[in-house]
Every structure is written in C-alpha cells, then in structure tokens.
C-alpha cells in the first residue's frame, strides 16, 4: 500500500513513483439534482505537442486506443458520487508518446458551474481497492466553460511526472481537441430535400350564388341573405 494522497495546488507538479507501471485516472464529481454529466478525456502527444493522428483522442465516442494501452472504463455513480475513469499504462507507452492531456467535458448548451465537488485522482492500478490516491487535484474556479485540461502526464528523466494544469475552455471539447491537433467535424449533416413541385395554375374563385341568381326586381334579401346560400 502506498502512502497518503499528494494534494496538489493549480500549477503545482508531482513526480510519480518509479514503481508504478500503470495509472488509473479519474475524475470524480458531486451528484446532486440539475448535475450535467461529466466525461474525462485524454490526448496522447508526441514531443511537438499534437497528436499524430485523430485516433491518438480518446473519449466517450472513441474509448480505446489502436495500442489498447489507454482506455475507458465505465462510469460509476453512487448515492452522491459520480466518476469517469481511464485506465493508462505507462510503462508500455510507445516512445513517441511524451505526454498525456487529460481533459474534462459536459454536454453541449451545458456548463461546469453545475458541477460541484470536481477532482482529478491518480491511483496506482497495482494498489488495488482500498489503496489511496497517488495525487488529487481539486479544481475549483471553473465557471463559463464546457470543457478544462485537467492535467498532464508527461516523461521526464525516464520517469512520470503529472502536473496540474485547470486550464479551462469555453469552446468545449471540440477546442480542446482541435488545439492539440485532432480533425473535429462541425458541420451538421444536410438533409436530403425533395424537389420542389411546379407550382399550382391559378384560377379565378368560382361565381356566388347571388351572382348566379340576380335578385327579382323590387324583391330585397333580408341583412344576412337567405340561409341556404351562404354556409
């Protein structure tokens, strides 16, 4: 078992233990009537800080990566509590993976001034259940955003260090994505349309009947006319 949770400040780095070959990551939230729910993200980046390729993104929509080596797990809920998790293996990370972005997101129209309560945790997946955290980042301040860079784990001198970023992002997720290099599709789909059908001949309104049947002379209709000629 390892020892107690470093708490880190925004700003603040931590050298993980050499120990650790594999992380879990998770982002953990209060849940509470009116939360939106939250999804943890991670881009795997080379040394000029982008991704090579799109599938180098993992989130809701593309859970693994092509390695295997890092991916999602189900999200857990219990009374009050909700969190997203990735499980990342560190130490079987291809060398052209320098770090790792982990990234935070609600939904589209929704906002983290709802979400109370957020952390960024790292455990040591060898630790096991019951273990404490390696790290915990509270992240605080996060009003007027639909998505943060939570963090990064990154090499350094042939080990892992995670540094605590809070970076926030108005744009979404698609931002975030889009900064570290990631193709991101936002034009809607267009429905097909039908032709437009020729418009219709217009013909001229069909005679009254008063105009069919002129009036007797010296015969007057009473104000709202006979009863049977008008509907």
């Given at each position: ?10 700003g603040s780095?931590?050298?993980?233990p ?18 939106p729910d ?11 800080g982008r ?6 993104f993992?989130?809701y929509?593309?859970p693994?990566?092509?390695t295997g080596?890092?991916?999602h797990r189900?999200k857990?809920r219990r ?14 990370l ?5 770090r790792l972005v ?9 906002d983290?001034a709802?979400?109370?309560g ?5 455990f040591d997946?060898?630790g096991?259940p ?15 955003c639909?998505?943060l ?22 744009s ?10 990631v ?6 789909p267009v429905?097909?349309?039908?032709p ?5 001949p ?11 049947l002129?009036?007797p002379?010296g015969f007057?209709l ?7 000629l008008r509907p």
């Open positions: 078992m390892l020892g107690m949770t470093e708490v880190m400040p925004k780095n931590a050298q993980l050499a120990e650790v070959a594999a992380v879990r990551v998770v982002l953990r939230w209060q849940l509470l009537p009116g939360t939250v999804d943890v993200s991670a881009l795997l980046l080379t040394a000029q991704v090579r390729e799109d599938a180098d993992v989130f929509n593309q693994r990566h092509p080596l890092v991916r189900a857990a009374p009050g509590e909700a969190s997203d998790t990735l499980d990342v293996d560190l130490d079987r291809p060398g052209w993976v320098d982990l990234g935070a997101s609600v939904g589209d129209g929704q983290f709802a979400v109370g957020l952390q960024l945790l790292l997946i060898a096991g019951g273990a404490a955290a390696l790290t915990r980042f509270d992240l605080f301040d996060v009003r007027g639909a998505a860079l939570c963090g990064e784990l990154y090499r350094r001198s042939g080990g892992w260090k995670f540094r605590a970023i809070g970076h926030r992002y108005p979404g997720l698609g931002g975030l994505a889009q900064d570290f290099g193709t991101v599709d936002d034009e809607e429905a097909a349309q039908e437009a059908l020729p418009p219709l217009t013909t001229p309104p069909p005679p009254s009947v008063e105009q069919l002129p009036e002379a007057s009473p104000p709202q006319g006979p009863r049977f």
